[in-house]
């Protein structure tokens, strides 16, 4: 039996790679969550048996090393982290926090005899890109804000526990990801939200910031292929599409699928944390996909036919 630990296990995404992974033929899946912003309903536990759910901070020494012991995973994928650009920034000090987590997930890696550990980054890391498409070699890093820093020191701790003690090793670089069960605060599910509802649709600054929006499937296809086909060890693979969408093009596009009478209406700039444009190079992505990703009003119209989460 091939034991994988996942922590942040209730997430959005998270919780879509546990249930990919426990069905694979003689594999258990650990998922650790504090549930702070996590939901258990993500995770569907009755329906899938090889899925065992803890509460847990990883944060905690105490907390995670219990786990670890008790379970000896083969594999640790880290998940848990303060996500979403307003929380990040709002609360800085919270993100900080996260390092601690890191340090235990991967002192407890090597010394369990973790085979590899994989890590979600974030696109966050480039920070105010320089180069087009964003490249995971040749594209510096500038990240600034707390969160994108405390995801570059986690690539950091990888590379050194690699030299230094040998852990293998991968680095996700999470570009916007979107699908169902997303949580209602992210950018997708909130302009579909206010859409349903007949609400205005909230834009910072004029809108011509791009992003690019990927799939759930093809994100946990992608991620689960590294493991999979043994691929991207000691090494980093941008994780998204790469179709640039600007977020006022993304909420027109929202309230023509949906009908909606919903009006666009403009705010201010946020002060940080709003990058002008997002676009990788997702030449690794797509090997390991080995077909197209999902377009975007496709993607989005598989959303609109479940929008349980979004609505409850």
């Known amino acids: 039996m091939t034991r994988i630990l996942i922590t942040g296990g209730a997430g959005f995404i998270p919780s879509a790679l546990a249930i990919r992974l426990s069905q694979e033929p003689g594999t258990e899946v650990i998922a650790v969550d504090n549930l702070a912003t996590g939901d258990l309903n993500k995770l569907e536990l009755e329906k899938h048996p090889?899925?065992?759910?803890?509460?847990c901070d990883v944060n905690r020494f105490e907390d995670i090393s219990s786990v670890f012991y008790a379970y000896r995973p083969d594999f640790v994928f880290h998940y848990a982290a303060v996500v979403g650009v307003k929380r990040t920034t709002d609360h800085p000090v919270s993100v900080l926090h996260d390092i601690d987590g890191i340090r235990n997930v991967l002192d407890l890696c090597k010394n369990t005899g973790v085979k590899r550990v994989f890590f979600s980054s974030s696109s966050e890391v480039y920070g105010e890109p320089v180069e087009f498409p964003q490249n995971e070699h040749t594209t510096p890093l500038n990240s600034k804000l707390p969160y994108a820093i405390v995801k570059n020191i986690g690539e950091a701790?990888?590379?050194?526990?690699?030299k230094e003690y040998g852990l293998d090793y991968t680095v996700f670089r999470f570009f916007n990801t979107y699908g169902p069960k997303q949580s209602k605060d992210f950018v997708v599910s909130k302009f579909i939200r206010a859409a349903l509802k007949g609400e205005d649709?909230?834009?910072y600054g004029d809108g011509l910031q791009?992003?690019?929006f990927c799939f759930i499937d093809d994100n946990i296809a992608a991620t689960t292929a590294t493991y999979l086909k043994q691929e991207v060890i000691n090494d980093v693979a941008n994780i998204g599409n790469d179709k640039e969408t600007t977020?006022?093009?993304?909420?027109?596009?929202v309230v023509e699928l949906t009908g909606s009478s919903s009006k666009i209406i403009h705010l201010p700039p946020l002060a940080e944390g709003d990058m002008t444009r997002r676009m990788p190079d997702i030449q690794r992505m797509r090997s390991l996909l080995g077909r197209d990703l999902l377009p975007l009003r496709s993607g989005l119209e598989r959303v609109l036919a479940d929008t349980s989460f979004i609505l409850g």
């Open 247 to 253: 977020i006022l093009e993304l909420a027109n596009l």
């Open 210 to 212: 791009t992003r690019t």
């Open 201 to 203: 649709i909230t834009i």
């Open 157 to 162: 701790f990888l590379r050194s526990y690699h």
């Open 50 to 55: 090889r899925i065992h759910f803890i509460k």
